[in-house]
């Protein structure tokens, strides 16, 4: 079943500008992992955040997770055309087994 | 890194054939491979959880005998659609567990069936 959540369901932006896009999601839950699918591609994984964590970074990307809200953001900071892409946010509940959302498509335009 | 292909990449088919696609992982060995299918602008669905040397796990509302899972290797996981339907249709991507929290996944397949 869908579990995660994002917000928007896409988002354009101009070069240079952040890209924040959110997930919610309904049980508890081992980790959350964000990744990125660029379009008929196999899916790339971005990051992780365990469920004791509040906030990661990984180059241009941030990631926050509030367990109390059951909700994680990925901020991609100064985007560039070639983050244009769906990113999705995928649930790990403790089997090891991943329960994506739904996606958010983002344009980033030169 | 970790390296999952699939094979084909993509595949066309009449109603009613058998369709296998491959997933390998390259560089690793994985008890544990996952397929997912995609329809188009939407998001992955788990299908089913293949175990090397057991039956694979389905998940619930995904047909068994239709959907047939071998995962007879380390390296090897295949994916077999039975008497293929239009609906059917879709993109299949494969991920290869390689420790408890991370998977990597295959560039996907996508299967036509006219």
């Known amino acids: 079943s869908q579990q995660g959540e994002e917000d928007p369901q896409a988002l354009s932006i101009q070069e240079g500008e952040n890209a924040t896009m959110n997930c919610s999601y309904k049980t508890s839950i081992n980790n959350l992992q964000w990744y990125r699918q660029n379009s008929g591609r196999g899916l790339v994984h971005l990051i992780l955040?365990?469920?004791?964590?509040r906030e990661k970074h990984s180059g241009r990307l941030r990631v926050t997770l509030d367990t109390s809200k059951k909700s994680s953001s990925l901020l991609i900071t100064a985007s560039r055309a070639a983050d244009t892409a769906s990113y999705f946010c995928?649930?790990?509940?403790?089997?090891?087994?991943?329960?994506f959302g739904k996606g958010t498509m983002l344009l980033v335009s030169p | 890194g970790a390296v999952v292909s699939q094979h084909p990449s993509w595949v066309i088919c009449k109603s009613g054939t058998s369709v296998k696609i491959e997933c390998r992982s390259l560089d690793f060995q994985a008890t544990t491979m996952f397929w997912y299918r995609q329809f188009p602008k939407q998001s992955l669905m788990l299908m089913a959880t293949?175990?090397?040397?057991?039956?694979?796990?389905?998940e619930q509302g995904v047909e068994k005998d239709k959907f047939l899972i071998n995962h007879a290797s380390l390296t090897l996981s295949t994916l077999t659609v039975t008497s293929a339907h239009p609906e059917d249709s879709s993109f299949y991507i494969c991920s290869a567990r390689v420790q408890a929290d991370t998977q990597y996944f295959g560039p996907g397949t996508r299967l036509t069936v006219l």
């Open positions: 995928a649930t790990d509940g403790g089997y090891s087994t991943l329960t």
């Open positions: 293949s175990n090397e040397g057991s039956k694979a796990t389905y």
């Open positions: 955040i365990r469920s004791n964590e």
